[in-house]
Antibody
């Protein structure tokens, strides 16, 4: 059974850093395209970042230069390192698997982890 | 950048009636290389992550009830719930690559 479990969220002050983790089971992270999508409270979905199976990474303009997506193949885990956090980064962060590499259809999602950026 | 615009923002439908949600893209999402529309629909219930319903604009994901159907091509797409059930109350999103529509909230009238 495919499962994605996020962790690492919490309350952080503006300018701070946080690393989110997404532990996968039932499939191999490194063989798939994986993504982070966030949702601000009461708002819609916003794509954040993607990592291809080959290792290429891409970011939304809103987080470029501040966030880094990566994976640990030995732990079958996806990460999102978030630096220089801002109030507008407050959101539930979901990790998700792309069903078909070039299509960006997201067939499995985690339950999400809440990041709150506030002083 | 492509913009995905859904309409309406919300709708209330009686149980057993049809619900129709529209999604319009600012550019065609039909790729001539494989003649496929890169368009998906998701359902998100309160407190839950989104769930993939439809991909390639009209292909139902495994396990999705057949009352959900997707149609359209190019720039105009529709998600139809043929007979609304109580468990269909949710927000529905269309998606093309990294861009999501703003969402449509479906409620019971």
């Amino acid at each position: 059974e495919v499962q994605l479990v996020e962790s690492g969220g919490g309350l952080i002050q503006p300018g701070g850093s946080l690393r989110l983790s997404c532990a996968a089971s039932g499939f191999t992270v490194s063989s798939n395209y994986m993504s982070w999508v966030r949702q601000a409270p009461g708002k819609g979905l916003e794509w954040v970042s993607v990592i291809y199976s080959g290792g290429s990474t891409y970011y939304a303009d809103s987080v470029k230069g501040r966030f880094t997506i990566s994976r640990d193949n030995s732990k079958n885990t996806l990460y999102l390192q978030m630096n220089s956090l801002r109030a507008e980064d407050t959101a539930v962060y979901y990790c998700a698997r792309l069903a078909h590499s070039s299509s960006w259809f997201l067939d499995y999602w985690g339950q999400g982890t809440l990041v709150t950026v506030s002083s | 950048d492509i913009v995905m615009t859904q309409s309406p923002d919300s709708l209330a439908v009686s149980l057993g009636e049809r619900a129709t949600i529209n999604c319009k893209s600012s550019q065609s999402v039909l790729y001539s290389s494989n003649n496929k529309n890169y368009l998906a629909w998701y359902q998100q219930k309160p407190g839950q992550p989104p769930k993939l319903l439809i991909y390639w604009a009209s292909t139902r994901e495994s396990g999705v009830p057949d009352r959900f159907s997707g149609s359209g091509s190019g720039t105009d797409f529709t998600l139809t719930i043929s007979s609304l059930q109580a468990e269909d109350v949710a927000v529905y999103y269309c998606q093309h690559l990294e861009t999501f529509g703003q969402g449509t909230k479906v409620e019971i009238k």
